[in-house]
Nanobody, 124 residues
C-alpha cells in the first residue's frame, strides 16, 4: 500500500520561503507522477504543482507560477515543493499526492493516494 507523508510546513511571514517534502513508500515511486494540492480555509482543494515520473515535465497553477518549484528525487522516493515569495493567500493545508499515471496530472481524480497534509500559514 502506498503511504505519503508531508513535512516542512510552518508559520512564516510574507516574502519568506518554505520547502515542503513528501516521502513516499509502497509501490515503485519512479513510475508515478506526483503533485501538490492545497486547501485554504473555506475553499475547495486546488492544484498547485505537478511533476512527471522522470522529473522532466512540470505544471503549475497560475497563482504560484514563478514562485514555487516542484522537484523529485526518485532515489529517495521523495518529492519537494520549494515555495518562495510567500503571500498570505498561500495559507492552506498542503497535500502531497501520487498518481497511477506517469505524465503530469493536474486533476484531483487522477491521483489515487494522498498524504494527510501539512499546514502552511503566511502572516502579513
Amino acid at each position: 500500500q502506498v503511504q505519503l507523508e508531508e513535512s516542512g510546513g510552518g508559520l512564516v511571514q510574507a516574502g519568506d520561503s518554505l520547502r515542503l517534502s513528501c516521502a513516499s513508500s509502497g509501490r515503485t515511486f519512479s513510475n508515478s507522477a506526483m503533485g501538490w494540492f492545497r486547501r485554504a480555509p473555506g475553499k475547495d482543494r486546488e492544484f498547485v504543482a505537478g511533476i512527471a515520473w522522470s522529473g522532466d515535465s512540470t505544471n503549475y497553477a497560475d497563482s504560484v507560477q514563478g514562485r514555487f518549484t516542484i522537484s523529485r528525487d526518485n532515489a529517495k522516493n521523495a518529492v519537494y515543493l520549494q515555495m518562495n515569495s510567500l503571500k498570505p493567500e498561500d495559507t492552506a493545508v498542503y497535500y502531497c499526492a501520487r498518481a497511477t499515471y506517469m505524465g503530469v496530472r493536474i486533476r484531483e481524480r487522477d491521483y489515487n493516494w494522498w498524504g494527510r497534509g501539512t499546514q502552511v500559514t503566511v502572516s502579513s
